[in-house]
Each structure stands twice: as structure tokens, then as C-alpha cells.
């Protein structure tokens, strides 16, 4: 679990875009709008002095065969570095379209954040959203879509200062 942790870690943060142990740099997360059941770890790239992007655990338990484990790499100002999928057991086929190996579908969220969609739009077409769903699986990435918008939501009520402190909060926001 670890191993499939870091290499998600490496493909949405190459080592050349940050300088620090990131695996060391760890922050205990704990809040049910990332869908966890106990503390976590949520792990903070820097380089130099500065934040580059934190990666925060996000447990989707709405699959269409249960529960999604995702890694979210978020920047200071919480827009998405990128998305990548730990742990499933959605359809062969269908549902595991989720997995960046059988699908580009995950890039999707790249550069995206709470306003880019609209609160409205964090939703599969079907349901009137921005997102694609795939040919007949549609609980999938709905739960996925869910679960990122949650995780964004949280990140800008208080993650963003939880991972970050008061100075990428300010600085995030301009003050």
C-alpha cells in the first residue's frame, strides 16, 4: 500500500517539482468530508521555503462495488494538481476506468478546483454536472466526483490551514 502511495505521489508531483522528504513531511488529517474513518496521512511538497502542493487521502465509500481510495494533490491556492486512484474493486472493464492504466478519465480533474466548475457542475452529466461518466457505469464516477468536490470543500473550510498555516491561508487568499 505504501509502494502504490508513493508512485501515485511521483505521478502527480515529479521529484523535480519539489526538494523536500515529502514523505516525511506529513500532516495527520482526520475529517469525514475526505470520507475517513480515522487519521491519515496527508503529505506537504515544498520547495525551498515554499508549499508546493499537498497530497490528501480521500476514501470514496459510494462506489458501485464499495469504497474508492484516491490521492488528491491540491496547490496552495486549492486548485487540483492531480487525481490518482489507490485502491478499488469496481467492474473489470467498466467501473476500473478509474485507474489512470485503463483510462485517461482522471486527468480530467487537472487544474480544476471548487469554482472551476461551479458548486452545481461538480456532477456527472447525466445528472447535469461538467463530468463524463462512462458507457454504463455511471456510480462510479459519480461517487469519484463526489468525493473530489468533498475533498475540495473541506481543503478550502479549513485544510488549507490545517496543511499549510496561517500564511498559505493568507496567501491564498490575498491578505
Known amino acids: 500500500r505504501a509502494a502504490a502511495r508513493l508512485r501515485a505521489l511521483l505521478e ?5 517539482t519539489f526538494d523536500n522528504a515529502i514523505l516525511d513531511d506529513v500532516v495527520l488529517v482526520d475529517d469525514a468530508a475526505l470520507g475517513l474513518k ?6 506537504v511538497a515544498r520547495r525551498g521555503d515554499a508549499v508546493v502542493a499537498a497530497m490528501l487521502p480521500v476514501r470514496v465509500p459510494d462506489g458501485y462495488s464499495g469504497e474508492i481510495r484516491l490521492v488528491l494533490g491540491l496547490r496552495p491556492d486549492g486548485s487540483i494538481v492531480g487525481v490518482r486512484t489507490l485502491e478499488h474493486r469496481e467492474t473489470p472493464g467498466l467501473g476500473d476506468k478509474i485507474e489512470l492504466r485503463k483510462s485517461d478519465w482522471i486527468l480530467g480533474f487537472e487544474g480544476r478546483g471548487l469554482g472551476d466548475p461551479p458548486a ?12 463524463d461518466a462512462f458507457t454504463g457505469a455511471t456510480i462510479t464516477p459519480r461517487a469519484v466526483v463526489g468525493g473530489i468536490y468533498r475533498a475540495l470543500d473541506w481543503f478550502e473550510r479549513e485544510g488549507r490551514q490545517e496543511l499549510f498555516g496561517s ?3 493568507m496567501e491564498s487568499t490575498g491578505q
Open 12 to 16: 502527480i508531483l515529479p521529484e523535480d
Open 38 to 43: 480515522a487519521p491519515e496521512e496527508a503529505f
Open 120 to 131: 452545481a457542475d461538480w456532477a456527472v452529466r447525466k445528472d447535469g454536472g461538467a463530468f
Open 167 to 169: 500564511d498559505a491561508a
